[in-house]
């Protein structure tokens, strides 16, 4: 951990100390002392931070033994890049380092979480953690040898010592899937655990998870209506189009036209599609579909065609041709009406989205 800030008095004793060893006639040190009071009253007192202020008067009062006079070093930060939310101090390692500003909002509210970074970047297929290498610093944690729950799969270190993982579909790295009452998460381990006996460095393991938080997707339309689209997001920064259609053939050519009379035990075919899904760890699946003589979604005589993902009856009026294996779900129904009804069937379904390899698939045996 950092060391804590001096006191207002304390940092000018330490300054006005280190100053003095250095001073000459015809510089006056004064305003130098104000500067480096200054600068440890805004951070912690390190690795004699204040030998930034005696480097900078010596090279204007051309004292060159600036460093045989005080415990100054050689300044390691002249080639340290930092970033604009860090500062450079030479580390416990006697190496320059980069750590967090003690003013910046952003970090401050990181480290009172208890977080190393912003959080994950979730996308359909792949996902993203950023740690910062400052934050990481401040606890001595080694961020070279952290790695994901499978531990070939490590970070790539940015110019600023950020550890960033990437990591998607073509390799899980070992995520968790939890399915949730209102969608599902996917957990990642962050550590540097080894199989040593002992060790020198600080131990580092924590969880980030990604939820995807998953509204029921409805779409409701009488047997009389070829074509629907809704909108619907999984996820905060993720929207998909959602469309649904009604074919007469089972090879889903023929969409159902616009005011085409049917006849009863007449098989049609539902397919609920989201392209963007394709080729993602994403699948749609199809959860229940059900009818109402309104269009109603809890409307009177509820009729249900599908539920718990699987068809209801046994008798073959109703098959799940594909649900749960990709950007596609489809189910065949045959068409049947209301005994004195004066309106409807109205057919409501809804969708939800699953994690490919995750018994997504439903099984209806």
């Known amino acids: 951990m950092l060391s804590s800030f001096p006191t207002v008095a304390e940092g000018k004793t330490r300054c006005t100390e280190m100053l003095n060893k250095v001073a000459v006639p015809s510089v006056n040190i004064s305003s130098y002392i104000t500067a480096c009071q200054e600068l440890l009253c805004h951070y912690p007192e390190v690795d004699n931070l204040y030998c930034h202020w005696v480097r900078a ?106 550890v960033i993982f990437n990591w998607d579909s073509s390799n899980s790295c070992g995520e968790i899937f939890e399915p949730l009452s209102s969608g599902f998460s996917i957990t990642q381990t962050l550590e540097n655990t080894q199989s040593k006996t002992v060790t020198f460095e600080n131990t580092f393991s924590t969880n980030i998870s990604c939820v995807y938080n998953v509204d029921k997707l409805l779409n409701t339309f009488s047997l009389n209506v070829a074509d629907g689209s809704i909108e619907f997001s999984y996820e905060m920064n993720q929207t998909f189009n ?35 899904l394709e080729g993602t760890t994403m699948t749609l699946v199809i959860e229940e579909s059900w009818s109402t003589t309104d269009n109603d979604l809890h409307g009177a005589n509820r009729y249900d065609l599908i539920k718990d993902g699987c068809p209801v009856t046994s008798d073959g009026t109703v098959e799940l041709v594909s649900s749960g294996q990709g950007g ?26 699953c994690v490919s390899g995750n018994n997504c698939t439903p099984d209806c045996a």
């Open 57 to 162: 008067y010596a090279d204007v009062a051309k004292v060159h033994n600036w460093q045989e006079k005080t415990s100054c070093s050689e300044n390691l930060c002249a080639k340290h890049l930092c970033g604009s939310h860090e500062f450079c101090t030479v580390a416990p390692s006697a190496e320059a380092s980069c750590y967090c500003q003690k003013t910046n909002t952003t970090i401050n509210g990181y480290r009172q979480n208890g977080k190393y970074g912003p959080p994950p970047t979730c996308g359909a297929d792949s996902r993203t953690i950023t740690l910062l290498g400052c934050l990481l610093e401040e606890e001595g944690i080694n961020f070279h040898g952290l790695h994901l729950n499978n531990p070939n799969c490590t970070g790539e270190v940015d110019q600023y010592n950020n």
């Open 242 to 276: 959602l469309s649904t259609t009604l074919f007469t053939d089972a090879a889903l050519i023929k969409p159902l036209e616009l005011n085409t009379p049917l006849s009863l035990q007449q098989r049609l075919w539902l397919q609920v599609s989201a392209p963007e």
């Open 328 to 353: 596609e779900a489809v189910f065949s129904f045959e068409v049947f009406q209301y005994m004195n009804a004066t309106s409807g069937p109205y057919l409501h379904t809804r969708v939800g989205l």
